[in-house]
């Protein structure tokens, strides 16, 4: 119970979020007998799009992932311009800024995000070359149910973990480092470096593990949108530095940056199994600041 009690502020609240508040919109279909504002969006969505699968395979999944994580980049930027208010900067876990924060840094590090995003641009325009309906994902008029959408992303989830967390283990190892040095530059992160990496490990433990689930579960696109969406905010959140209300604290991973060899994992679970999970040595301050507990005040667990 005790272990549980100390895992809460590191689990992701949009793991069960998002599909809640997907059940709330898409109940309205039939409590008052009208198509939710979901199921109209994606009917727009296919009428715009048709039946072309290269739109939806490559085209959707890209702009949809590369305007979404662009678009949160920009809020936590707004929320890390003001962290001088006292509400925010009683949130943050480091006591210094980050290296990142200089235009020098945050230039490199986002011409690198770009580069990465291309790359994937690339491999999903390869992938659809070699067989157009190579991402499987279902593109059924009617959106699917709240049951499949928190099937499939709990299945993604546990897919995503124990892909992420064998592969860094591996990124860990003296020969792979060479590709993962690069992602661990910057003792303490910040939201910028979440997809800053070699090319090498943007694939084998950034691009694979999180797109395998869509085609193996045959998601629906509209789901495998929604996961896009969780691992984008997860990943991001978790470089962040700031432990924000009703968010998991991203404490978990700045750990792994800090002592690297702790953390391997994105919820927790693999860790636990393999004995690498490290919480902080100041346990009780980060039960009082659970999910859902707003503003919660960290005290005395500022890092050098």
């Known amino acids: 119970m005790n272990k549980i009690k100390q895992i809460v502020p590191f689990i992701n609240p949009f793991i069960y979020c998002v599909p809640i508040s997907y059940g709330i919109v898409k109940s309205l279909d039939s409590l008052i007998g009208v198509d939710s504002i979901l199921q109209i969006g994606w009917n727009k969505v296919r009428e715009t799009l048709g039946d072309n699968k290269a739109y939806y395979n490559v085209g959707l999944l890209f702009f949809y992932n590369f305007g979404f994580y662009y678009l ?51 491999i999903l325009g390869a992938a659809y070359i070699y067989d157009n309906d190579f991402a499987r994902a279902r593109r059924d008029p009617e959106l699917p149910s709240l049951f499949e959408v928190m099937r499939h992303l709990i299945c993604c989830m546990f897919i995503h973990e124990f892909g992420f967390y064998y592969s860094h283990r591996l990124l860990h190892t003296k020969w792979f480092w060479r590709f993962h040095k690069q992602h661990h530059e910057f003792k303490t992160p910040t939201f910028l470096i979440s997809q800053y990496s070699s090319v090498f490990e943007f694939v084998v433990s950034g691009f694979i593990p999180i797109t395998i689930g869509i085609g193996m579960l045959r998601m629906h ?84």
């Open 221 to 304: 696109i509209a789901t495998a949108l929604l996961w896009l969406s969780v691992v984008s905010v997860t990943l991001t959140f978790g470089h962040m530095g700031y432990h924000l209300p009703f968010l998991h604290t991203p404490q978990m991973h700045d750990n792994h940056h800090l002592k690297s060899n702790v953390n391997f994992s994105v919820y927790c679970i693999a860790d636990i199994l393999h004995g690498t999970w490290q919480n902080s040595k100041n346990v009780e301050d980060y039960e009082k600041s659970s999910n859902w507990v707003p503003y919660a005040r960290i005290k005395d667990n500022k890092q050098g």
């Open 72 to 122: 949160q980049t920009l809020i936590f930027y707004l929320v890390v311009k003001y962290k001088r208010q006292n509400v925010v900067k009683n949130l943050k876990l480091q006591a210094k800024d980050s290296e990142i924060e200089t235009p020098e840094n945050t230039k490199k590090v986002m011409l690198n995000v770009l580069r990465n995003q291309l790359v994937t641009l690339g």
